[in-house]
């Protein structure tokens, strides 16, 4: 640790402070803080008792639509000549997905009792630009017995044989989708309906884009005319640019049903909407509206929050620093705490070359350098643009990133102050338990600071990390 971190943090009197729990993974980090720390949390929702009688209930009555026996007795031949394709999400999205209690063996059971045999359906995993799905992330996912009996694939947005050309959009530019699932005689999208910092919305028409579609398509949904939109942010769908994509690639491709899930702050079942794709998800959008918008009072000095389950990887936990800014005071202090536990931790290889370049270039520069007539799009560009807008708000300074999974040798590629900094006397590897040690440093060291300056900081967690959205009401009632 630095001498100057560390007398810093040696002039804070904290024997009034108090301790919070902070998710770490699958860890609890118990880290202290000040004692008017406010905790900015979702609401408490009721989790559903009975997953399995919930997945029945609304495959039973869908949204918008009829059943899913009407819906293939419909389709102009035998059930028995029919294939369905179901589109999933992969590791990244916490979906419910695995045993009797989960989102697809009730799913299944309904196609294969209209009549579609096994060897019809195929699961589709639609990865976006992400890597492929490993076989031990697959077993997760799924469980063996689903891995048994049914086909399973990849989106692969590269593979040009495995996508179907089918049409443009009125934003310009042909349209591509995974093959298996367009050529279908059933499509049906699952997935989990959540906020997104870019889409508005996680669920429902992302499943197609940009699950299935092909690179091209990805790189408009998202390039900087789309994502320096103020309008593609959590919870919004009017006037998002990415939503409004979304939607009408989704349309064109045409999708049958859909089955979303939402879940609670604990990734408990809280609603299962089945039925016609628009119809099902606004339904979901308007229960997790309602339960993750935390009204906040002020901004704060010092904000403290984690990466979450999907925040396995540093290009992932951009959203939890990206939820995080309405709440956070310009030049505040942005402290991250993220368990990055994927085997590629940082992220695939064109993320770690851009993340470098926003590193040397800085924020401004580097949405430049994107926006620029000569720029070949690259992947995975978004997500180093969008802790540019983190960096926009609290500077390098300002923000800390604190895991315990990344070398320090390649911290020099991560935007912001290295969490390392903040211990003493630990070597590599460093156990779970040193990250608590960074992220109570780092506090203590942003509060020195303030203090020194004549500034009593208004400290908050942020307790459910990426699932919250906290937001400025200053007047009663408003939401985002």
């Given at each position: 640790m630095h001498p100057k971190i560390q007398n810093s943090a040696q002039e804070i009197d904290t024997a009034d402070w108090k301790e919070i729990a902070v998710e770490y993974g699958r860890e609890i980090l118990m880290i202290r803080v000040p004692p008017q720390c406010d905790t900015l949390t979702m609401k408490e929702i009721p989790i559903l008792s009975d997953p399995r009688a919930a997945y029945e209930e609304a495959l039973a009555n869908p949204i918008g639509c009829p059943a899913l026996a009407e819906i293939i007795r419909k389709k102009g031949k035998p059930a028995s000549e029919l294939t369905a394709a179901v589109t999933v999400s992969d590791i990244t999205r916490p979906v419910p997905y695995r045993g009797e209690n989960g989102l697809l063996r009730p799913l299944l059971n309904r196609l294969e009792e209209a009549g579609i045999p096994r060897r019809n359906i195929t699961i589709v995993i639609g990865n976006g630009m992400h890597r492929p799905s490993t076989p031990e992330e697959r077993s997760e996912m799924f469980g063996a017995e689903l891995l048994r009996d049914y086909s399973v694939i990849d989106h692969d947005c590269e593979d040009l044989p495995s996508l179907t050309f089918v049409g443009r959009t009125g934003s310009g530019g042909d349209v591509f989708v995974n093959s298996a699932f367009y050529k279908a005689d059933l499509r049906i999208g699952t997935g989990l309906v959540e906020s997104h910092f870019m889409a508005g919305?996680?669920?429902?028409?992302?499943?197609?884009?940009?699950?299935?579609?092909?690179?091209?398509?990805?790189?408009?949904?998202?390039?900087?005319?789309?994502?320096?939109?103020?309008?593609?942010?959590?919870?919004?769908l009017e006037g998002n640019p990415c939503h409004e994509e979304s939607l009408a690639i989704s349309r064109t491709v045409g999708v049958d049903f859909i089955v979303n899930a939402t879940l609670d702050k604990d990734m408990r079942l809280t609603g299962v909407f089945a039925g016609e794709l628009e119809a099902a998800h606004k339904a979901a959008g308007d229960l997790v509206r309602d339960y993750v918008s935390?009204?906040?009072?002020?901004?704060?000095?010092?904000?403290?929050?984690?990466?979450?389950?999907?925040?396995?990887?540093?290009?992932?936990?951009?959203?939890?620093?990206?939820?995080?800014?309405?709440?956070?005071?310009?030049?505040?202090?942005?402290?991250?705490?993220?368990?990055?536990?994927?085997?590629?931790?940082?992220?695939?290889?064109?993320?770690?070359?851009?993340?470098?370049?926003?590193?040397i270039q800085g924020e401004e520069h580097y949405l430049r350098m994107l926006e620029a007539p000569g720029w070949r799009f690259t992947k995975d560009q978004w997500e180093p643009e969008m802790w540019g807008k983190v960096l926009r708000k609290v500077g390098e300074e300002g923000l800390i990133y604190c895991t315990h999974t990344i070398p320090r040798a390649?911290?020099?590629?991560?935007?912001?102050?290295?969490?390392?900094?903040?211990?003493?006397?630990?070597?590599?590897?460093?156990?779970?338990?040193?990250?608590?040690?960074?992220?109570?440093?780092?506090?203590?060291?942003?509060?020195?600071g303030y203090r020194a300056r004549g500034i009593e900081p208004a400290v908050a967690f942020i307790r459910e990390g990426p699932y919250t959205i906290p937001f400025l009401a200053t007047t009663e009632g408003q939401t985002p």
């Open positions: 919305l996680s669920g429902g028409r992302k499943a197609i884009c940009p699950g299935l579609v092909d690179k091209r398509t990805i790189e408009k949904f998202h390039s900087p005319a789309f994502l320096e939109s103020p309008q593609a942010t959590n919870l919004v935390v009204p906040a009072t002020r901004e704060y000095d010092i904000i403290l929050t984690h990466g979450g389950y999907v925040g396995r990887n540093h290009y992932q936990a951009v959203k939890a620093a990206c939820n995080a800014l309405p709440v956070v005071r310009q030049g505040g202090v942005l402290i991250v705490a993220s368990d990055n536990r994927d085997e590629e931790p940082i992220g695939g290889l064109e993320y770690r070359s851009l993340l470098h370049l926003l590193k390649d911290y020099c590629l991560l935007p912001g102050r290295c969490g390392l900094d903040f211990l003493a006397g630990r070597t590599a590897p460093f156990p779970t338990a040193a990250v608590g040690e960074m992220v109570e440093n780092a506090l203590l060291s942003a509060v020195a």
